[in-house]
């Protein structure tokens, strides 16, 4: 499976990050890494997921974009995988 | 003045004239300033009603539908009919009350978490935390509602909200806006439309929401495709041109399937691929090259990879692809199909054939006529037997296929446009599931028309079970049904009861001619099943026309 780290520029709302998983789940990726750091009085909100599908990182990227308080989504590839990073140390 | 009566002025001032919903103790504030009047508000019998007749109202029209319940088993009684209108794309706008904002999250009474359930069945939604905020929430979800891709918006106000003093500021209209279309997108569009020698025209639900029924149609004149419809995209082609084949998918015309099955080059205008279409997906239109037009980028690839996408809207877009076509030998053969794979209507013994009595029906109604149907045979024969001149007038429940849809839905519609006839299609299956919305059409004195096809089964299923399950018919009898025309008449509704093919003609007139609601239960055979069928798995062309 290909792995993508997804950045979510959005606007803040309490529930943006269910929001987000969601979508992730629902349109077939798995999540391996999620970082979210709110800060005081920030307008924007920076969520950054990891994910791995067979599917295109296009769809999820394309229904990411489609909620309302989400304003920018950018991808990308990341070359090797931590499952085989870790394989081959082992 | 307070939240709620705030909530009815904003709701007046956005266009708002019919709500539908049903009173419980956390939206009762909203209720009481319903009480004084602005605006007309229609008690349905369940909350489920209540959102199918705002998604009957909005697509019998051009309004968004409004929906109003409280908290807990309101609100989850209307997610259903908010999930019908995601996936059928309908402008809806649900308002439900919520326990006071210090009683959210102890499980008080009535308390669930709405917001929460909302996120997978609605386009956005909103909880107002701060009584001033109400202004910008309410024009917002309209203009979300409304805006690019339709769908469904929710709003959870809690009570303490509701009753709480808000300053009477102006409401907020916000203005939708387009793209530009993209040059080299079109120009690729036009080369591989000039290059086909067997296009084919792809309609779906989308060019009706943009309301660009005028500019497909004309596209269509013009170019001279070949053309066929999705279930959602009824209605938008005229039926009487000479390119229209009918639906596609797996209950579409042989005319229509295979059209595309041979065709070089699909233009899919404002729709998305639906399994329902395509069959097995792989062997979908396999010689074509895709143009794919729709106002939604997350649909554009999304099943099926394209030579050419543009986000656009429809009525930009058309005229800019519109030029005739030198297809003149690819017109005649498709002509040759329509005429060769018509329907046929002939059959045995004194039963009643639902298809021939729906074309019946289709020739008699007056121009303008509504129809909804719900979920299961009978609407694939009102889909495949009716004809429709416009996609506001046949109503169906395409994306989720909720059975229970048709009544409430009718409800809507009848409400919305009063001076049209109003017909509900329906089972015996489906309409139980949310008869109770009798009771609605009796307190609105709402003269729809309906006919029930009966063939004491869920008869979908029951095809299925016959063809794919090795004829074990499991749970899908229902010989114990009530006595419909009896249980109408508890309603104070006439009705009347057919079995022989004479009594149709007679009885359709009386069921047209009534001056108040009107059932017609027609008793049909278990037997007739939809023909064709494309079974799961398998691509269009292969299409069953018979038991094997």
């Known amino acids: 499976m290909k792995q993508h780290q997804v950045t979510i520029f959005a606007q803040p709302r309490p529930e943006l990050l269910e929001r987000v998983l969601r979508v992730v789940r629902h349109r077939g990726f798995q999540l391996s890494a999620i970082n979210m750091a709110p800060q005081p009085d920030c307008q924007e909100l920076r969520i950054t997921v990891t994910v791995a599908s067979e599917r295109p990182i296009q769809l999820l990227q394309s229904q990411l974009a489609k909620l309302i308080d989400v304003l920018q989504v950018d991808t990308q590839a990341l070359d090797v995988a931590p499952q085989e990073a870790f394989q081959i140390r082992a | ?548």
């Not at chain 2, 209540?50 to 109202?57: L, V, W």
């Not at chain 2, 009474?109 to 956005?124: A, N, P, R, W, Y």
């Not at chain 2, 106002?295 to 930009?316: H, N, P, T």
């Not at chain 2, 001076?419 to 015996?428: C, F, K």
């Open chain 2, 1 to 548: 003045m307070n939240g709620a009566q705030y909530i009815v002025n904003a709701l007046h001032q956005q266009g708002v004239t019919q709500v539908f919903g049903y009173p419980g103790g956390a939206i009762m504030p909203v209720y009481d300033a319903l009480y004084d009047g602005g605006i007309p508000h229609l008690l349905c019998r369940h909350e489920q009603g209540a959102a199918m007749a705002a998604i009957g109202y909005a697509r019998s029209t051009r309004q968004v539908g409004v929906c109003i319940a409280t908290s807990g088993p309101g609100a989850t009684n209307l997610i259903t009919g908010l999930a019908d209108a995601m996936l059928d794309s309908v402008p809806v706008v649900a308002i439900t009350g919520q326990v006071g904002r210090d009683f959210i999250g102890t499980d008080a009474f009535q308390e669930i978490d709405v917001l929460g359930m909302s996120l997978s069945c609605t386009k956005h939604s909103f909880m107002v935390t701060d009584p001033d905020e109400l202004g910008a929430v309410i024009a917002e979800a309209f203009q979300i509602a409304r805006s690019g891709r339709p769908g469904p918006v929710l709003i959870d106000v809690p009570k303490d909200v509701q009753m709480a003093l808000v300053e009477a500021k102006p409401v907020m209209h916000l203005v939708d806006e387009t793209a530009p279309l993209c040059d080299l997108a079109l120009a690729e569009a036009r080369r591989l439309l000039a290059a086909a020698s067997k296009p084919v025209l792809y309609v779906g639900g989308g060019v009706v929401l943009a309301d660009a029924v005028d500019e497909l149609r004309s596209f269509a004149a013009i170019t001279g495709m070949p053309s066929v419809t999705t279930l959602k995209g009824i209605g938008t082609l005229d039926p009487d041109s000479p390119g229209f084949l009918g639906m596609l998918g797996m209950h579409g015309t042989k005319a229509a399937n295979l059209a595309v099955q041979e065709s070089d080059l699909l233009l899919v205008v404002g729709a998305r691929f639906d399994d329902r279409v395509t069959g097995k997906l792989s062997a979908f239109a396999p010689h074509a090259k895709v143009i794919h037009l729709d106002v939604d980028a997350a649909e554009l690839g999304k099943r099926r990879a394209v030579q050419v996408s543009l986000q656009a809207d429809f009525k930009q877009v058309l005229p800019a692809l519109a030029m005739p076509l030198q297809v003149a030998a690819w017109q005649d053969h498709c002509l040759t199909m329509r005429q060769q794979f018509a329907w046929r209507y002939d059959h045995p013994g004194d039963t009643i054939y639902a298809p021939l009595l729906l074309k019946q029906l289709s020739d008699s109604l007056p121009e303008n006529t509504v129809v909804t149907s719900d979920v299961g045979q009978h609407q694939m024969w009102v889909a495949q037997h009716m004809q429709f001149d416009s996609p506001r007038n046949h109503i169906s429940s395409s994306g989720l296929g909720t059975m229970g849809f048709g009544l409430p839905a009718a409800v809507g519609a009848k409400v919305a446009r009063p001076q049209d006839e109003v017909v509900l299609v329906s089972g015996d299956g489906s309409f139980m599931m949310n008869v109770q919305e009798l009771g609605t059409l009796r307190r609105a004195q709402l003269p729809v028309k309906m006919v029930l096809l009966d063939n004491q089964r869920l008869g979908m299923v029951r095809q299925w079970q016959e063809l794919f399950f090795d004829g074990r018919f499991s749970e899908t009898i229902l010989t114990d049904n009530p006595d419909f025309v009896c249980m109408a008449s508890a309603f104070g509704i006439p009705g009347e009861t057919i079995s022989r093919k004479e009594e149709v003609a007679p009885a359709l007139a009386r069921l047209l001619a009534s001056p108040t609601a009107y059932l017609l239960h027609v008793s049909i055979s278990a037997d007739d099943n939809v023909w064709p069928l494309v079974p799961p798995g398998v691509a269009n062309e292969h299409m069953l026309e018979a038991k094997p």
